[in-house]
Nanobody
């Protein structure tokens, strides 16, 4: 599985960005989809973890501001980020998981896209 993320950039506080992550396989083939981020000097953290059926769980710091979605026809998942704050500055990674019939957990990661929030 290959993932390609895009959409990062430099924005001012309060502005919005939408990250995209296109996969090489159907979104329906994944058991979970999500986004993680890694801020400078910090460990990678989960931002949102969801399923293609629409359920999603967000880290408290982004609840009400970020939204996970997917376009199954385009094999793409999105992260809409509104009201961005300087503390959202990080490299964002998309992630999908496939669990094999043998119950093997397979993680796949996009290359990361940088989001910088600064005035």
């Amino acid at each position: 599985v290959q993932l390609q993320a895009s959409g990062g950039g430099l924005v001012q506080p309060g502005e919005s960005l939408r990250l995209s992550c296109t996969t090489s396989e159907s979104i329906f083939s994944f058991n979970s989809i999500g986004w993680y981020r890694q801020a400078p000097g910090k460990q990678r953290e989960l931002v949102v973890l969801g399923t293609t059926s629409g359920s999603a769980n967000y880290v408290d710091s982004v609840k009400g501001r970020f939204a996970l979605s997917s376009d199954n026809a385009k094999n793409t998942l999105y992260l809409q980020m509104n009201d961005l704050k300087p503390e959202d500055t990080a490299i964002y990674y998309c992630n999908v998981v496939k669990i094999s019939p043998e119950l093997k957990w397979n993680d796949y990661w996009g290359p990361g896209t940088l989001v910088t929030v600064s005035s």
